[in-house]
Nanobody, 125 residues
């Protein structure tokens, strides 16, 4: 069982930056692929970025490429999402997710087994 706790959300003006963190419990964090998803009001949860357990595979939603960077520190059991050049359309609740697979990433919510409680990101225009 893995427990995930997100932090770092908040209110920022368009063009600003935020860094989200997701801290995981457990001793085998490097065995888990991690993903970030987001959900805006009235919308389905959508993929944002993912990283493999070994950090050698990353993947991004097209609209965040070049603006967002996913990374992880396995020694700290933490995955990050650095978000730059934020836009109002990035406003959503952001969730991190985990699945016990080392050399794998997933882009569908149903492919992940564990979820955090979410952190709100609001970008004002």
């Amino acid at each position: 069982q893995v427990q995930l706790v997100e932090s770092g959300g908040g209110l920022v003006q368009a063009g600003g930056s935020l860094r989200l963190s997701c801290a995981a419990s457990g001793r085998t964090f490097s065995s888990y692929a991690m993903g970030w998803f987001r959900q805006a009001p009235g919308a389905e949860r959508e993929f944002v970025a993912a990283i493999s357990g070994s950090s050698d595979i990353t993947y991004y939603k097209d609209s965040v490429k070049g603006r967002f960077t996913i990374s992880r520190d396995n020694a700290k059991n933490t995955v990050y999402l650095q978000m730059n050049s934020l836009k109002p359309e990035d406003t959503a609740v952001y969730y991190c997710a985990a699945r016990r697979e080392t050399f794998w990433i997933g882009r569908k919510p149903g492919e992940y087994d564990y979820w955090g409680q979410g952190t709100q990101v609001t970008v004002s225009s």
